[in-house]
């Protein structure tokens, strides 16, 4: 397929992705500012102070609280902000609208329009950051399902979904290095379920591990626990598969190698790494060769496009 | 005249099942579905961006008439005999002109004329293109006069666009008023992507069958961005831009994921001008340097062919009877409108005296700008006109004033008003000529206006030809009519009773 176009699917699942964990991040702590801390057990913090570090949207006149999640969600000047994100991922579905369904398309546009100009009467009330991120959360699964339903299986969704991958194990592996304390912190190992609900993985960490919600065992799940969707080792794993079958050489591809051995890395740690070891380097040098895979991507199968001199 | 309506308020023989079912569907109904049409398409973007006097652009809904205009089978017919006919000429026209020139030997149609058109393009002189087809895509508007008669205004033969909106016209029209469609047998005409994909295979330069075909875009800002991807979509192939394509070795090949592969056939949606900085404008961003040497060598193919402009050149226009007289010993099924070249002293002369009666055309633009309509002009325009025609005679030309027909037209008030139409039917010419039935009907939405173009605030109308035979009183047989559904081997009864199973242990878990 066109190297153009495979970069700009690739860039819409990445937009995709970002404006979809934003908003589960936004209404978890939008959820969890309500309440106060709990007074028996130290318990990890993630708040808008965090979530707005990790999205890399902290400048001077940082505000707080409820407003911090009200520039998360509509304000489309600031580039992490959910409407941008949406926006964008418009952008580049309107250039790609060959590609992909006539449904799809229309499904990421009425999201946009759906956003656009403070979003719907009511949104401006308190309560907006949670209405409008739970908008955003209903109509991302709508479009994910709608492609996983009208697209043919072939490279352009290979493109998409790797892009829609690298960009949810970056974020697990933004908050993880953001949230998790420190390991002479006296909460190292604190009540965490707000890095659960943050990416909507809270039900699937009770069912698939027994104990409690803490900031160890919680970190190891959005690692390691391949059966889990949004970990970074299923996203590796996936990526591995996607890659594998867009690539027309994969035996000697640069990101197919890279990410295989990135796979094999995360597993290896998996099994040697004792209970309850530091976690913070791990997500930082995962994070790092994640973003080398991203460099050896655009080179290997968005170079032609790069090369016109159209990208900059 | 208006079309549905006879001059004493009935409605015509063919339109009266279509009047009834507009009037159980009432204001209402009809504002009702007119609301959901616009939902639709601002949900699904099929906008489109309208130029102002001033040149600002806004995009709005592409405005469809939810009134469908009716065309009886005996009328397409000849209208579709005759464009077969114009366009075929057309086509002998453009080859005629990049190599042997006999019509110009013969004293038919002036040489300075043709030199001078704007889309005569030297660089492709004595190019052979695959088949022989230069006009593989035209759109000739067609206007009736006041007795009813269908004239050619115009033809467009280089990048005709609008058949993306004829065929989302009637997706919608489907969706919205099905119960208009219930007395009628309306030719279908969903398969024009299949026939434009088809003729762009015939015309590749390689003998296999899996020649690579893909469609050519200047680029999202196009006002007709939406059509390219429509089309590109709906054929299955590739929609590109210039930074996509490149030619090596007199190839043409695609940036791909895989490195470079070629491509066969360039379905291309932008000017001459553009195509190629090497051959024409040296300052085209938009082009592919070498892409004509590579035409030239045969190696790829080109539609619409470049160079074919000449034959829609608002001057050449009138000289079209001729060429099908002189190329195919025929008589045109299908007339002109009276149109004066200025160049003659004394038809200038006659025309400048009877400016208050004549439209005023600039042959070098498109989209209705330019137009001066006379009847309708202000004195100031008129005196402003004769200083022009007198400067420059030759990029102008005069034509009668065609009273166009009306079409009932639902008006913002829920109302029908009488309203100008034209009709702008799509050809393809492949290893024939294929022509959709219908075509594109553009409406003058204002009273007593006669600019059609979308450009300028005209809406569209669903076009429907009917099948022929078909008495439009009598009911359709549907599908469903004609074929019964018979399973007699199929058995649905272990499925209840798996459910009966389930419903009798429920209560006792």
């Known amino acids: 397929m066109l190297a153009r176009i495979a970069r700009e699917l690739y860039w819409l699942g990445r937009n995709l992705a970002r404006a979809e964990f934003t908003a589960r991040a936004v209404e978890a702590v939008f959820q969890s500012e309500l309440h106060g801390a709990i007074d028996s057990v130290p318990s990890v913090s993630f708040g808008a102070g965090g979530l707005l570090t990790m999205l890399g949207a ?185 890659f594998t079958a867009a690539d027309s050489g994969p035996r000697n591809s640069t990101p197919v190698l890279r990410v295989s051995r990135l796979a094999a890395d995360l597993d290896f740690q998996r099994r040697t790494l004792p209970d309850g070891a530091e976690l913070t380097g791990i997500c930082e040098r995962t994070q790092q060769e994640l973003a080398r895979i991203d460099q050896d991507v655009a080179e290997r199968y968005f170079a032609g496009a790069y090369a016109a001199g159209t990208w900059n | 005249m208006d079309e549905l309506f006879e001059p004493d308020g009935t409605p015509r023989a063919v339109a009266r099942p279509l009047v009834d079912a507009l009037e159980r569907l009432g204001h209402d109904g009809l504002m009702d579905a007119g609301r959901r049409r616009d939902a639709i398409f601002v949900a699904q973007a099929i906008t489109f961006e309208t130029t102002g006097e001033g040149g600002a ?282 149109t004066y070249l200025l160049s003659d002293p004394e038809v200038l002369e006659h025309v400048l005296e009877h400016l208050d009666t004549l439209v005023i055309k600039p042959t070098g633009e498109s989209g209705g700008r330019g137009v001066m309509i006379g009847p309708d002009a202000e004195e100031s325009e008129i005196v402003r006109m004769r200083g022009v025609l007198t400067a420059e005679p030759d990029r102008w030309i005069a034509q009668d004033l065609v009273e166009l027909s009306t079409v009932p037209t639902l008006g913002s008030d829920g109302a029908l008003h009488p309203r100008h139409v034209d009709l702008r039917p799509f050809a393809v010419f492949g290893e024939r000529v294929d022509i959709i039935p219908g075509g594109l009907t553009r409406v003058a939405l204002e009273e007593g206006s006669l600019i059609v173009n979308s450009s300028r605030g005209g809406g569209s109308k669903d076009t429907w030809v009917l099948a022929d035979g078909v008495e439009p009183e009598a009911p359709v047989p549907t599908l469903a009519d004609t074929a019964a559904p018979e399973l007699p081997d199929l058995r649905f009864g272990q499925w209840n009773d798996q459910q009966q199973q389930q419903q009798q242990q429920g209560p006792s878990d």
């Not at chain 1, 001077?60 to 580039?79: S, Y």
């Not at chain 2, 038919?108 to 001078?116: I, K, Q, T």
């Not at chain 2, 230069?134 to 008669?149: F, K, P, Q, S």
């Open chain 2, 57 to 338: 652009t806004h995009e709005r809904p592409f405005p469809l008439d939810l009134v469908p205009r009716i065309l009886a089978a005996s009328e397409w017919d000849s209208i579709k005999h005759g464009l077969a006919q114009r366009i075929r000429a057309l086509n002998h026209f453009v080859d005629d002109v990049y190599h042997g020139r006999e019509i110009v030997r013969q004293g038919l149609v002036p040489w300075r004329l043709v030199a001078s058109c704007p889309h005569f393009e030297r660089a492709v002189h004595d190019i052979h293109p695959p088949g022989g087809v230069y006009t593989h895509v035209a759109g000739c508007d067609l206007v009736r006069d006041r007795d009813g008669t269908w004239r050619v205004l115009e033809d467009n033969v280089r990048v005709p666009s609008g058949v993306s909106y004829v065929l989302e016209n009637r997706a919608a029209m489907a969706r919205l008023v099905p119960e208009l469609f219930a007395r009628y047998a309306v030719r279908p005409i969903e398969h024009y992507p299949q026939i434009l994909l088809r003729a762009l295979r015939a015309m590749a330069p390689s003998a296999a069958s899996d020649a690579t075909v893909v469609v050519w875009t200047p680029g999202p800002a196009n006002p007709a961005y939406f059509e390219h991807a429509f089309l590109a979509r709906q054929m299955g192939v590739e929609l590109v831009e210039a930074s996509d394509l490149v030619v090596r070795d007199d190839m043409l090949y695609l940036r791909t994921t895989r490195g470079l592969e070629r491509a066969h056939t360039v379905y291309r949606r932008l000017d001459d001008a553009f195509i190629d900085p090497l051959a024409f404008r040296p300052d085209s961003l938009l082009g592919v340097p070498g892409l004509i040497r590579a035409y030239r060598a045969g190696n790829v193919a080109i539609a619409n062919a470049p160079g074919t402009g000449v034959a829609d050149d608002k001057a050449i226009y009138r000289f079209v009877p001729e060429m099908i007289r002189f190329y195919l010993s025929e008589e045109p099924i299908l007339q002109n409108v009276e």
């Open chain 1, 58 to 242: 902290v400048d001077e006149n940082q505000p707080a609280g409820t407003e911090a999640l009200a520039h998360l969600t509509l304000d489309g000047d600031r580039p992490g902000s959910m409407l941008a994100s949406v926006e964008r991922a418009r952008d580049g579905a309107s250039t790609v609208r060959d590609v992909i369904s006539a449904e799809m398309w229309e499904a990421i546009n009425i999201t946009a329009l759906g956003l656009r100009g403070g979003g719907q009467p009511g949104w401006a009330a308190a309560a907006g950051p949670y209405l409008s991120s739970q908008y955003v959360k209903e109509r991302t699964s709508l479009i994910w399902g709608v492609a996983g339903r009208s697209m043919l299986r072939d490279e352009a969704k290979c493109f998409l979904d790797a892009g829609g991958l690298i960009e949810v194990s970056d974020m697990v592996l933004r908050m993880l290095r953001v949230a998790l304390p420190g390991a002479d912190s006296p909460r190292a190992d604190g009540y965490a379920p707000i890095l659960l609900k943050a990416v909507g993985g809270f039900h699937a960490y009770l069912r698939a591990v027994t104990a409690p919600p803490n900031a160890h065992p919680v970190a190891r799940f959005l690692l390691f626990e391949r059966a889990y969707p949004d970990s970074v080792a299923a996203c590796v794993d996936s990526l591995h598969a996607a």
